[in-house]
């Protein structure tokens, strides 16, 4: 099983910068693409931004040129660099990974507990 542990949140003012981190730990085979996504009060959970493992990120427009995505394939990690943070940005936001436990599975879905981005100021 993959188990995803997400670090980095907290509150930050208007125009700040953090970082989110999750790492994977658990027996599994491959890690396919990682990503994150965020739910925010009284909003639909959003997809915001994934990447494979060959490098190739993808992002929500609400996001793209303030977000960044990468990842360690060697440590299993996934980072968010979130600048020009925005109070909108506020939200839980959830590591998730499509991965295979071993190699003749299918690939399924897991997800983090969350970590709070709170923008304000």
């Known amino acids: 099983q993959v188990q995803l542990v997400e670090s980095g949140g907290g509150l930050v003012q208007p125009g700040g910068s953090l970082r989110l981190s999750c790492a994977a730990s658990?027996?599994?085979?491959?890690?396919?693409?990682m990503g994150w996504s965020r739910q925010g009060p009284g909003v639909q959970r959003e997809l915001v931004a994934t990447?494979?493992?060959?490098?190739?990120?993808d992002y929500a427009d609400s996001v793209k040129g303030r977000f960044t995505i990468s990842r360690d394939n060697d440590a299993n990690i996934v980072h968010l660099q979130m600048n020009s943070l925005k109070p909108e940005d506020t939200a839980v936001y959830y590591c998730?990974?499509?991965?295979?436990?071993?190699?003749?599975?299918?690939?399924?879905?897991?997800w983090g507990q969350g970590t709070q981005v709170t923008v304000s100021s």
């Open positions: 990447i494979t493992s060959a490098g190739t990120a």
């Open positions: 658990g027996s599994f085979f491959s890690l396919i693409t």
């Open positions: 998730g990974a499509e991965a295979k436990v071993k190699s003749s599975d299918r690939a399924s879905d897991y």
